[in-house]
């Protein structure tokens, strides 16, 4: 969970200086903004989640919250939520940086690009 804390601060630090980066009011630049704010959303929930469940272990690793340590299934999909919030934060800011490139430079093929050379990273 420490990793993904750490991927998930880093994209967060992406994300807030896109927002301030669009510009205009093209269909691009609608886009980018929407893809940024839902990317910025997921993006704080699964950081949320993960410190939390990070402060968790940490309570149980000393001994307390003994109640926590039995497994649940009621509970286990809370576990995926700082998963479910990288993957969609993740295709969701390159949407967005693809768009920004568009409304920026009217590079469509950059754009085009730069979404195909992000794509390994998302499978």
Known sequence: MGNLTTVLT???GIEIPQLRAIEGVSEFAVVA???TSVAV???I????CAIIFQMLAVKIK???ASKFINDTPAVDWLLNIPKLALAV???CTIVSLACIVCVR???HW???VAVLACLPALV
């Open 10 to 12: 880093l994209l967060l």
């Open 33 to 35: 903004t929407i893809a």
């Open 41 to 43: 959303g997921f993006t």
């Open 45 to 48: 929930v699964g950081l949320g």
């Open 62 to 64: 000393e001994g307390h």
């Open 89 to 91: 934060s993740c295709p």
């Open 105 to 107: 430079y009217n590079n």
């Open 110 to 112: 950059s754009a085009i």
